[in-house]
């Protein structure tokens, strides 16, 4: 919403730290800043240790999940906060595939968290990691240090191609601003105001500040599973509660050998992946009419 983003963006530049004074602050004052954001695990808080399980025998690496990541979050194009990357197995003529879904890994002992000296990257709802946009000064320090690669930032301003006046073919398509406009379409395309509503400012993303996957807070907080969850033809994904010993998910974790990436890192990760892609798990018919 064009006037939502101009409030929002004001808001967003009046609680923003500059860098340089960032900068001027010295090294003492950021490291100081960085030991107030360090996650101890004795400090823990007693509730909810929000966790995901993927069951690779399930998934079928179809994408759904990072496309309707994508419209809940209003991710734009270039930025994934979830994605499935493919790997190719075997040799020539017997090739397959494999797919392993992937998304932010909510570290227990999360490095971003750590290393944010503004506290824009802190743990919320359920140890949650979550981003401030009124907090975030651009500085990427959390892309440096997170070993995931799950941490996107805007280099320009958001969605510029539906700003667009420029059309596919010019005196027969609409351009994407007019197209806009004609659907009166004063939002930018995939705006969820339910992000907006729940934590101002992070239902648009602006130009300069990081986001990522936030397990879809939004929906979380209200007893909702995350939108990725939800959408997912296979059921592959299993949200749950790690100190609930009668959650889906923990039993899940007992019953098979559960895996996660980068593990000897330390960071704790609370993605699981469970057994593989099996296709003779599912019994194999054309249906009938």
Excluded at 197 to 226: A, M, N
Aim: glycine content about 8%.
């Amino acid at each position: 919403m064009e006037s939502l983003e101009h409030k929002n963006k004001t808001q967003l530049s009046e609680k923003k730290i500059s860098r340089r004074n960032l900068l001027k602050a010295g090294g003492a004052g950021v490291a100081v800043l960085a030991g107030a954001t360090t996650v101890s695990a004795k400090n823990k808080s007693k509730g909810k240790r929000l966790a995901m399980v993927i069951d690779l025998q399930h998934c079928t690496g179809c994408g759904g999940c990072a496309i309707s990541c994508k419209s809940e979050n209003n991710v734009q194009r270039g930025n994934r906060w979830a994605k499935v990357e493919t790997t190719t197995v075997g040799k020539f003529p017997n090739v397959g595939f494999k797919s392993l879904p992937t998304l932010c890994n909510h570290c227990e002992n999360a490095p971003c968290v750590k290393g944010c000296p503004t506290k824009a990257m802190h743990k919320g709802y359920g140890d949650i990691t979550m981003h401030s946009p009124e907090k975030c000064i651009g500085c990427r320090t959390c892309i440096a240090m997170c070993p995931y690669g799950v941490i996107s930032i805007h280099i320009q301003e958001t969605h510029p191609h539906w700003r667009s006046d420029d059309a596919l073919i010019k005196g027969c398509t609409s351009s994407p601003k007019e197209m806009t406009e004609k659907v009166k379409g004063n939002v930018i395309p995939n705006y969820n105001p339910a992000r907006e509503e729940f934590r101002e400012g992070s239902g648009l993303h602006y130009k300069g500040i990081v986001e990522k996957c936030t397990l879809c807070d939004h929906r979380v907080t209200k007893g909702l599973l995350p939108h990725c969850v939800i959408s997912c033809p296979c059921n592959a994904r299993i949200m749950g509660d790690l100190n609930d010993p009668d959650s889906h998910i923990s039993k899940l974790l007992v019953k098979y050998s559960p895996r996660r990436l980068k593990e000897h890192l330390g960071t704790e990760p609370k993605v699981f992946y469970v057994r593989e892609f099996n296709p003779s798990a599912t019994k194999s018919t054309k249906g009938t009419v």
